[in-house]
């Protein structure tokens, strides 16, 4: 285009070939004699038409392209798939909607065009997360009793959410603040270790009871039964909203609920629904405070601050054990 180009039009190619190649905006517009406002505008031009938003128009600044047509037809586009119009890809990009949106409407916007539009559109380029085709069929009868226990007003009826979580040596990684063009190393023990805790937050009060042992068995949520039963001798009914997990259904778990359980009623929530269970919540509080990037030597060590942050953390949610001292 350079090559094509005379005046105002070369001038404003040659800038944006030589940003495409790395020069800063001061250096390139003392190289086209222009003031750097001027070359701003132009990378707007740009990145909003293409090459056609650098080439001059009687009127000023090329008329936009985008009618209330494309921005009807792109937010229309985005809620489909490809697929569904044919193409091969699975999922959108800027490059495919402006060739779809072109067919339909005979219009000529560009990629770029579209890649700045959808952001006003209130669309973001997110990760997707998996999801499972599979249903309950008895969810809307599981949630029914859940939602009838946490609404009970009997002051000698307690209601528990309870799962298990792993605690492993080999630290978990995430983000942290490092400097730029650094990545920070976290060691790792090269064998690891594990534990597990079983935990039981109170759906009213935010109180938590936990137990800690070297494998998730049946014997782990016995131990946080008695646990509970220990702590709360007065309640008439000890209402228990958990997952299907084994140890939660096992002959062992079973026996012990007929023999020591009778003050206990266990309410199931719908297969794959996790986030029915305000407990996951801790469980995540307690990786994103003491397990992610930890640099603790043994599990002994590592399950010190676990019992720290356990202290800390009541009543859930609470907030300060993202910034409480190691006890």
């Not at 990760?127 to 007003?153: C, H, N, V, W, Y």
């Not at 298990?164 to 630290?171: A, K, Q, R, T």
């Not at 494998?215 to 228990?240: C, H, N, P, T, W």
Request: proline letters at 5%.
């Amino acid at each position: 285009m350079v090559r094509k180009s005379k005046g105002a039009e070369g001038r404003r190619a040659l800038a944006i070939l030589r940003l495409a190649e790395g020069k800063p905006v001061a250096h390139v517009a003392k190289m086209v004699e222009a003031a750097r406002s001027a070359v701003y505008r132009w990378i707007g031009w740009y990145e909003l038409e293409g090459q056609a938003g650098l080439i001059s128009d009687q009127g000023g600044r090329p008329h936009s392209s985008v009618t209330e047509d494309v921005v009807t037809t792109l937010s229309e586009l985005v809620a489909k798939q490809p697929k569904e119009l044919g193409y091969l890809r699975s999922s959108w990009t800027s490059e495919l909607l402006a060739v779809e949106v072109n067919d339909r409407l005979g219009s000529d916007i560009h990629a770029s065009t579209v890649r700045r539009l959808l952001p006003r559109l209130g669309f973001r380029w997110r990760r997707s997360r998996p999801t499972l085709f599979l249903k309950d069929p008895r969810k809307a009868q599981k949630m029914a009793a859940i939602e009838e226990a946490l609404g009970t007003a009997d002051p000698r009826t307690d209601v528990f959410y309870v799962d298990e979580v792993d605690i492993d040596l080999n630290p978990k990684t995430g983000f942290c603040w490092t400097r730029r063009g650094t990545q920070q190393a976290i060691p790792t023990p090269g064998k690891n270790r594990k534990r597990y805790m079983a935990g039981a937050l109170h759906a009213r009060t935010g109180k938590v009871i936990w137990v800690e042992g070297k494998s998730k068995s049946s014997d782990l949520f016995i131990d946080l039964m008695a646990a509970i039963k220990a702590s709360y001798r007065r309640s008439r009914q000890i209402v228990l909203i958990l997952d299907n997990y084994i140890i939660h259904k096992s002959r062992k778990t079973e026996r012990w609920l007929s023999r020591d359980g009778e003050k206990f009623r266990l309410l199931f929530q719908p297969a794959y629904h996790p986030w029915v269970n305000r407990i996951e919540r801790l469980w995540k509080a307690l990786h994103d405070t003491v397990t992610r990037n930890h640099r603790y030597p043994t599990i002994d060590v590592l399950m010190e601050a676990v019992h720290s942050f356990m202290q800390a953390v009541q009543p859930f949610p609470g907030g300060g054990h993202s910034v409480a001292r190691a006890g």
